[in-house]
């Protein structure tokens, strides 16, 4: 048990017990802390809004340099698929949001694949790195405005109809703040769909190098929540979002041992304090990241199927989860969420 130097986010507590220690890059030290009321492990000292800045400058430019070109090129042919996928189901149950949001879009192909079957939405696309923004814009003409969903004054007049944050909500400061920030971004009856960590899992790997080696872990992308099932279900609701899907998927990890088997082969990388500024001044060429070449990634033959309803079923049958678990068991690598915003909420 210990004293937290800052609150819970979502119940104001001041008690925790410690999960780990960790570093953000060679940026911040803080410890990991699980709320004893809400059960929200989050860290303690938080990041500052300077250190998320560079550190998630850093994380990009580090994914980049270091996913060959052929993987990336995969990976955004599947977030391509997954956006047809998401969207085709939502169109299927009689949902056709014209305004969309999409918070931290990374390479934008998710946003481009729902944008397959809504043809005449308008995409908006939000994140803190100018570099994301500019991709964006030049490679899929979204409007892109530089803000998360911890200020939302940048929006100021704006409403959607469907707000994306894929892997987003373990990344912010204030999950209360932003959950109400976002329904405030909503139009009455609009959408929010969110994957995000299975927190137990996610932390697992910290949890595990400060049980056995007792020193601070490398922590390189600004997880700094890691939900519990129950926990984020309840910080929606009080929100106003009713639950449409909420589940968590893919267990693999789960029967490899993350989450519950106490082995040091499991455990997180011992922090070496990597150095930020080295990724963000060395910088990237172009030809290391191919998102910029939409057309060649998009030219295989499956993508010229002329037959939309062939193609989206090829879709779904690509990114199928045989397993849905509810995700108060934090059983599973990821939550998955479709919230509405209830129309007794302003
Ligand atoms: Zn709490």
Not at 19 to 27: G, N, Q, R, Y
């Amino acid at each position: 048990m210990v004293t937290r130097k800052e609150p819970c986010r979502i119940c104001g507590s001041f008690e925790g017990i410690k999960i780990a220690e960790t570093e953000f890059w060679d940026l911040q030290e803080c410890n990991i802390v699980q709320c004893t009321s809400c059960r929200l492990i989050q860290l303690d000292p938080m990041l500052t809004a300077e250190s998320t800045a560079k550190g998630c400058h850093a994380y990009y430019l580090k994914e980049i340099a270091e996913t060959p070109v052929h993987k990336q090129m995969r990976n955004l042919v599947r977030n391509y698929r997954r956006g047809i996928v998401f969207a085709s189901l939502l169109k299927k149950k009689g949902y056709h949001p014209e305004k969309i949001l999409e918070f931290g879009p990374g390479s934008g192909y998710f946003s481009a694949g729902v944008r397959y079957i809504f043809t005449d939405c308008a995409i908006t696309v939000a994140d803190i790195v100018d570099d994301v923004l500019k991709r964006n814009r030049e490679v899929h003409g979204y409007e892109a405005i530089k803000g998360s969903p911890e200020d939302i004054q940048l929006f100021e007049g704006k409403r959607f109809d469907l707000i994306i944050a894929r892997d987003i909500l373990e990344h912010v400061t204030d999950i209360g703040k932003v959950a109400g920030n976002i329904a405030s971004l909503l139009k009455q009856g609009g959408l929010l769909h969110f994957i995000t960590p299975n927190g137990k899992d996610d932390v697992w790997g910290h949890f595990l190098n400060w049980k056995f080696r007792k020193k601070a872990s490398e922590l390189l992308i600004n997880h700094v929540n890691y939900f519990d099932g129950a926990g984020l279900l309840k910080c929606l609701n009080d929100a106003g979002f009713v639950k449409k899907e909420y589940f968590t998927y893919q267990i693999k990890y789960r029967l490899r041992g993350k989450g519950w088997k106490k082995s040091i082969k499991l455990a997180g990388m011992k922090s070496t304090k990597r150095s930020a500024d080295e990724f963000i001044t060395a910088g990237i060429k172009d030809e290391a990241m191919p998102f910029i070449q939409k057309e060649k990634i998009l030219n295989s033959f499956i993508f010229r199927i002329k037959q939309k309803w062939l193609f989206v079923l090829y879709c779904r049958f690509k990114h199928h989860w045989m397993i849905h678990l509810n995700p108060v068991r934090n059983i599973g690598h990821e939550i998955h969420g479709v919230f509405v915003k209830s129309a007794d909420n302003q």
